[in-house]
């Protein structure tokens, strides 16, 4: 058996102004543990981020869970500065950040209910969220495990990608083999990427050669939440486009 993960982005009716208000702080703490970890000689070691940091998160208005939640992506942003040689100048700036949500069975930040979502807000745990998904929403509620979510803005609009889990036996895996990486947040500089396969093309679509580096590892996929993401330079990934 093996596992494999599917990201669900969401449109949800969470006031506008909670939401941004939310992403702001969000941002703010991550710059903060940022210059924390910087000054610390580029700090890329969770754990110990976290004893020098967990304070400014937590001053900084994020819950204790959603506090090391943002210790954790710093910790990742100078860990794939180290992975690549790069040895960083000045701490790494944060800009509009999707706010890293945990979810899963406990649901300490996210979770799904008949009444709609719950979810972690810096006003508040607001209960009852209306959201509306892609038709395959159903499936992946009723056949997969929940994971976590990243709340963000676009265009004016609330949105919340979803992580789903399933294990497949491997007479699956040809059909969930990764055969690229889609760039995502290039525009701030952000260069997360999440894994392709096979089953994920559309008609239409195809998968074009960005490089020849490595692909991020399937210990990097499956250790970075909710969506099989992680950093990598731009010169890591593959991106899909139209078919010509």
Same mark, same amino acid.
């Given at each position: 058996?093996?596992?494999?993960?599917? &990201?669900?982005?969401?449109?949800?009716?969470?006031?506008?102004d909670?939401?941004?208000?939310?992403?702001?702080?969000?941002?703010?703490?991550?710059?903060?543990?940022?210059?924390?970890?910087?000054?610390?000689?580029?700090?890329?070691?969770?754990?110990?981020?976290?004893?020098?940091?967990?304070?400014?998160?937590?001053?900084?208005?994020?819950?204790?869970?959603?506090?090391?939640?943002?210790?954790?992506?710093?910790?990742?942003?100078?860990?794939?500065?180290?992975?690549?040689?790069?040895?960083? &100048?000045?701490?790494?700036?944060?800009?509009?950040?999707?706010?890293?949500?945990?979810?899963?069975?406990?649901?300490?930040?996210?979770?799904?209910?008949?009444?709609?979502?719950?979810?972690w807000?810096?006003?508040?745990?607001?209960?009852?969220?209306?959201?509306?998904?892609?038709?395959?929403?159903?499936?992946?509620?009723?056949?997969?495990?929940f994971?976590?979510?990243?709340?963000?803005?676009?265009r004016?609009?609330?949105?919340?990608?979803?992580?789903?889990?399933?294990?497949?036996?491997?007479?699956?895996?040809?059909?969930?083999?990764?055969?690229?990486?889609?760039?995502?947040?290039?525009?701030?500089?952000?260069?997360?990427?999440?894994?392709?396969?096979q089953?994920?093309?559309?008609?239409?679509?195809? &998968?074009?050669?960005?490089?020849?580096?490595p692909?991020?590892?399937?210990e990097d996929?499956?250790?970075?939440?909710?969506?099989?993401?992680?950093?990598?330079t731009?010169?890591?990934?593959?991106?899909?486009?139209?078919?010509?």
């Amino acid at each position: 058996m093996s596992e494999i993960v599917r &990201t669900v982005k969401l449109k949800i009716a969470l006031p506008f102004d909670v939401a941004r208000q939310t992403v702001v702080v969000w941002t703010k703490a991550c710059n903060a543990v940022s210059r924390i970890a910087f000054d610390a000689g580029g700090l890329s070691n969770a754990v110990r981020l976290h004893a020098l940091a967990y304070r400014a998160a937590r001053e900084g208005g994020l819950s204790a869970q959603v506090a090391q939640s943002c210790i954790r992506h710093v910790a990742s942003k100078y860990a794939a500065l180290r992975s690549n040689g790069v040895v960083p &100048t000045r701490p790494c700036q944060f800009r509009e950040q999707a706010v890293v949500l945990q979810g899963g069975k406990r649901g300490r930040d996210v979770s799904l209910r008949s009444s709609g979502l719950s979810l972690w807000t810096v006003s508040g745990r607001c209960k009852a969220v209306p959201f509306s998904g892609p038709p395959n929403l159903q499936d992946k509620l009723a056949n997969w495990a929940f994971g976590d979510g990243r709340l963000s803005i676009h265009r004016g609009q609330v949105f919340l990608a979803l992580s789903f889990k399933k294990e497949v036996s491997e007479q699956t895996a040809p059909n969930d083999a990764v055969i690229g990486v889609v760039i995502l947040d290039l525009a701030y500089k952000d260069y997360s990427w999440a894994a392709l396969t096979q089953s994920d093309q559309a008609a239409g679509y195809t &998968t074009a050669d960005m490089g020849q580096s490595p692909l991020p590892t399937e210990e990097d996929a499956t250790a970075a939440p909710p969506s099989a993401r992680s950093s990598a330079t731009p010169s890591d990934a593959g991106n899909a486009q139209p078919a010509g």
